[in-house]
Nanobody
Framework: QVQLVESGGGLVQAGGSLRLSCAAP????????MGWYRQAPGKQRELVAV???????NYAESVKDRFTISRDNAKNTMSLQMNNLKPEDTAVYYC?????????????????WGQGTQVTVSS
């Protein structure tokens, strides 16, 4: 079992910014795409952003133009820069490693999840 570790969550007012980070074993960053998920109370876990090994990114429509996903393979880290935060962004955020299906959808690896970091946006 491989553990990814998130950090950077916290409490912020609407319109503010946070930057989340994810650390993982170095071998993951040379093999897998990486993604961020979030889950709010009573809601299904949602894919927020994905970055391929080559740096190609995809975003959920709800965060497009506000969030930016990036990766630094030399430092074995991945980040999610979140700007202009809204109350509906409140959730526990998880990092994950995975791959792509033939249709192009992201598929998370079942063993490569972080423990989650809480993001709370007040109005």
């Amino acid at each position: 079992q491989v553990q990814l570790v998130e950090s950077g969550g916290g409490l912020v007012q609407a319109g503010g910014s946070l930057r989340l980070s994810c650390a993982a074993p170095g071998s993951i960053f040379s093999i897998y795409a990486m993604g961020w998920y979030r889950q709010a109370p009573g809601k299904q876990r949602e894919l927020v952003a994905v970055i391929s090994r080559g740096g190609i990114t995809n975003y959920a429509e709800s965060v497009k133009d506000r969030f930016t996903i990036s990766r630094d393979n030399a430092k074995n880290t991945m980040s999610l820069q979140m700007n202009n935060l809204k109350p509906e962004d409140t959730a526990v955020y998880y990092c994950n490693a995975g791959g792509y299906s033939r249709s192009g959808s992201y598929s998370p690896h079942s063993n490569y999840w972080g423990q989650g970091t809480q993001v709370t946006v007040s109005s």
